[in-house]
């Protein structure tokens, strides 16, 4: 019994005997990209406290970060999206579907690209 088990110990130790491959390793998944921090539904707020999407945002909307800056737009529109006026009968007519997924891709590519320097 003993010699057996001790046989057995060299055999599993010794690895596949020759002839044999090893199993294969499973390959190594690819880790997924990682999803874009901001959306059209951030609220515009939460854009302008980062330097990249405030100057999206000035790029794309002129003046807009200036008005949100004020007190008063800042309360009446507090929490509000690029998503959110495009909704709205008043804000969101020019933000057709078309315009709104090319302002997707700006954005996200706005994001893969280096700060703008201060």
Known sequence: MRMLALML????????AAGQTPPAKPAAAKAP?????????TPIHELME?????AWLDKHFPGL????????????????SIQGLSI????GRALTPEVMAKLAVSLEKAQAEPAPAS
Not at 11 to 16: D, H, I, R, T, V
């Open 33 to 41: 990209a990682p999803k874009p921090k901001y959306t059209l539904e």
């Open 65 to 80: 970060s200036e008005r949100m800056s004020d007190p008063e737009v800042g309360t009446l529109f507090a929490g509000v």
């Open 88 to 91: 709205d009968p008043d804000h």
């Open 50 to 54: 980062d330097p990249k999407m405030l």
């Open 9 to 16: 110990a060299a055999a599993l130790a010794a690895g596949p």
